[in-house]
């Protein structure tokens, strides 16, 4: 992973812009479309085929939908179903399938094969949520039908945001993928915005990871302070690396002429959970809220119906994440804080001090990093209430020597992490952006945070993106 990072960076990156700015205006789509699926096959060659699939299915069901619309409604509408259902299929089949069997042979007498499949293909979640979005779009009349497939595929396959997000609906880019302009501009902020995510990343999000791996090992001796301190770092982790990544997506959007919607806005800055799902992952929010909760009837039906929907969108929310039963417990977790929220705690909070308010959403976040961690790689159930009960053992230990001398090490990135989390920092800059010495400021930071990263790179071997596994 760090020489693929590297690689990226210093080979594919430059090459690809390279290219991209030579080539002629009509011809960079098709040039796109090749650059991401050698992106894609890069990491895995053998799942290529399937993005393709997806590709032409999506592309065909669109051209069918918009061909029927309005003279047969009804073959509309099969093709939207056929749409729906190749892709979910793929989707439950390479990610769902060793979990349903596994769950279905704890049944007496049922002891089915569970197919030895290859890796999860990486992105899987993220670009059929794009296919599906595309067909849907056509359908409501919301997106104009695509013609070319070959514009339709550099959607689909976007390097950009492909494997890890964010969820880039069509009708978002619909108008910039046949007529997009690239700018300095453009191309200035994008390298900026590209640096900031690098740093979260590499700077931030690697550092946490190592500090909460390394008070894993440790355990039920780091004493109920370690244990709370090592999930915050890891809530750190999860955070910045994944809105390191989204940051990184839509920087280099922008330096190919793509305008991305934020995906993050410090959702640690939340008072109250339902603020905190208005920050966090966007995209995947809005995605599930207008092809689900809406769908269902949303808060069109009475309470009762609202709650049912909320549950099953959280449900799915879970879900969507992985395979394992750790997961759907997170959503329904999440799910049932919303409609308590919602129904029964919205009063009181809103009638607390902002501090009380803070403190209360971020300890029920932090508890649901805990659920959200330990999947059955990670030791499962046994894990989790294993983390838990360090967590509340307020009659033991504060605070192991290991988890401290950890705390001590890594305190000056856990202190820049709390500072970034917040919105400060953009804060500073919108104080000196429109200064003479901005440019130059802004020269400095990316030069800095490019060999800070590089170096990071280089000298060490941890580099997970959390989220390529979703």
């Given at each position: 992973m760090v020489f693929s990072s590297l690689l990226f960076l210093f080979v594919y990156l430059p090459i690809v812009l390279l290219s991209y700015y030579i080539c002629p205006r009509k011809w960079r789509n098709l040039l796109l479309f090749a650059v991401n699926l050698i992106f894609y096959g890069w990491g895995e060659p053998i799942y290529v085929s399937l993005m393709i699939i997806s590709t032409i299915v999506d592309y065909t069901c669109g051209y069918f939908i918009d061909k029927n619309r309005d003279s047969n409604p009804k073959v509309a509408k099969r093709f939207l179903i056929a749409s729906m259902v190749i892709?979910?299929?793929?989707?439950?089949?390479?990610?769902?399938?060793?979990?349903?069997?596994?769950?279905?042979?704890?049944?007496?007498?049922?002891?089915?094969?569970?197919?030895?499949?290859?890796?999860?293909?990486?992105?899987?979640?993220?670009?059929?949520?794009?296919?599906?979005?595309?067909?849907?779009?056509?359908?409501?009349?919301?997106?104009?039908?695509?013609?070319?497939?070959?514009?339709?595929?550099?959607?689909v396959s976007l390097f950009p945001q492909l494997i890890a997000g964010p969820i880039v609906r069509y009708k978002d880019v619909a108008y910039q993928l046949d007529h997009r302009r690239e700018t300095l501009d453009d191309f200035t902020k994008g390298v900026c915005i590209f640096c900031v995510g690098l740093a979260k990343k590499v700077l931030i999000a690697n550092q946490m990871g190592a500090m909460w791996e390394a008070m894993r090992a440790t355990g039920q001796d780091n004493g109920w302070l370690g244990a709370w301190l090592g999930i915050i770092a890891y809530s750190f982790q999860i955070y910045f690396d994944f809105s390191g990544y989204s940051d990184m997506a839509c920087g280099l959007g922008n330096m190919l002429g793509f305008e991305f919607l934020k995906n993050f806005n410090y959702p640690y800055i939340s008072k109250s959970i339902t603020e905190f799902w208005r920050r966090w992952h966007i995209s995947l929010g809005t995605w599930f809220r207008e092809y689900v909760y809406i769908p269902l009837g949303g808060n069109r039906k009475g309470i009762a119906r609202q709650m049912i929907n909320l549950l099953i969108v959280w449900f799915l929310t879970g879900l969507w994440h992985g395979a394992s039963y750790n997961f759907i417990l997170w959503g329904l977790y999440f799910g049932l804080l919303l409609v308590l929220e919602k129904f029964i705690l919205k009063k009181w909070l809103d009638k607390a001090p902002a501090a009380v308010q803070h403190i209360y959403a971020l300890f029920f976040i932090i508890i649901g990093w805990v659920i959200f961690f330990f999947s059955d790689d990670m030791g499962g159930m046994t894990a989790l209430w294993a983390q838990l009960r360090s967590m509340f053992s307020f009659g033991g230990i504060v605070i192991g020597n290991n988890a401290l001398t950890l705390v001590m090490s890594y305190l000056p990135v856990l202190l820049i992490a709390c500072v970034a989390s917040t919105p400060l920092g953009v804060k500073l800059y919108e104080k000196v952006k429109e200064s003479a010495a901005a440019p130059a400021l802004q020269t400095v930071y990316c030069g800095i945070v490019l060999l800070l990263s590089t170096a990071f790179l280089v000298a060490g071997s941890y580099n997970p993106f959390i989220y390529f596994r979703f």
């Amino acid at each position: 992973m760090v020489f693929s990072s590297l690689l990226f960076l210093f080979v594919y990156l430059p090459i690809v812009l390279l290219s991209y700015y030579i080539c002629p205006r009509k011809w960079r789509n098709l040039l796109l479309f090749a650059v991401n699926l050698i992106f894609y096959g890069w990491g895995e060659p053998i799942y290529v085929s399937l993005m393709i699939i997806s590709t032409i299915v999506d592309y065909t069901c669109g051209y069918f939908i918009d061909k029927n619309r309005d003279s047969n409604p009804k073959v509309a509408k099969r093709f939207l179903i056929a749409s729906m259902v190749i892709n979910l299929s793929m989707l439950g089949f390479f990610k769902y399938s060793g979990m349903v069997l596994k769950t279905l042979n704890l049944l007496p007498f049922i002891n089915i094969p569970i197919p030895n499949l290859p890796a999860l293909p990486i992105g899987i979640s993220f670009y059929t949520f794009q296919t599906m979005s595309y067909s849907i779009d056509v359908y409501r009349r919301e997106a104009p039908v695509q013609k070319n497939v070959i514009t339709f595929g550099t959607y689909v396959s976007l390097f950009p945001q492909l494997i890890a997000g964010p969820i880039v609906r069509y009708k978002d880019v619909a108008y910039q993928l046949d007529h997009r302009r690239e700018t300095l501009d453009d191309f200035t902020k994008g390298v900026c915005i590209f640096c900031v995510g690098l740093a979260k990343k590499v700077l931030i999000a690697n550092q946490m990871g190592a500090m909460w791996e390394a008070m894993r090992a440790t355990g039920q001796d780091n004493g109920w302070l370690g244990a709370w301190l090592g999930i915050i770092a890891y809530s750190f982790q999860i955070y910045f690396d994944f809105s390191g990544y989204s940051d990184m997506a839509c920087g280099l959007g922008n330096m190919l002429g793509f305008e991305f919607l934020k995906n993050f806005n410090y959702p640690y800055i939340s008072k109250s959970i339902t603020e905190f799902w208005r920050r966090w992952h966007i995209s995947l929010g809005t995605w599930f809220r207008e092809y689900v909760y809406i769908p269902l009837g949303g808060n069109r039906k009475g309470i009762a119906r609202q709650m049912i929907n909320l549950l099953i969108v959280w449900f799915l929310t879970g879900l969507w994440h992985g395979a394992s039963y750790n997961f759907i417990l997170w959503g329904l977790y999440f799910g049932l804080l919303l409609v308590l929220e919602k129904f029964i705690l919205k009063k009181w909070l809103d009638k607390a001090p902002a501090a009380v308010q803070h403190i209360y959403a971020l300890f029920f976040i932090i508890i649901g990093w805990v659920i959200f961690f330990f999947s059955d790689d990670m030791g499962g159930m046994t894990a989790l209430w294993a983390q838990l009960r360090s967590m509340f053992s307020f009659g033991g230990i504060v605070i192991g020597n290991n988890a401290l001398t950890l705390v001590m090490s890594y305190l000056p990135v856990l202190l820049i992490a709390c500072v970034a989390s917040t919105p400060l920092g953009v804060k500073l800059y919108e104080k000196v952006k429109e200064s003479a010495a901005a440019p130059a400021l802004q020269t400095v930071y990316c030069g800095i945070v490019l060999l800070l990263s590089t170096a990071f790179l280089v000298a060490g071997s941890y580099n997970p993106f959390i989220y390529f596994r979703f």
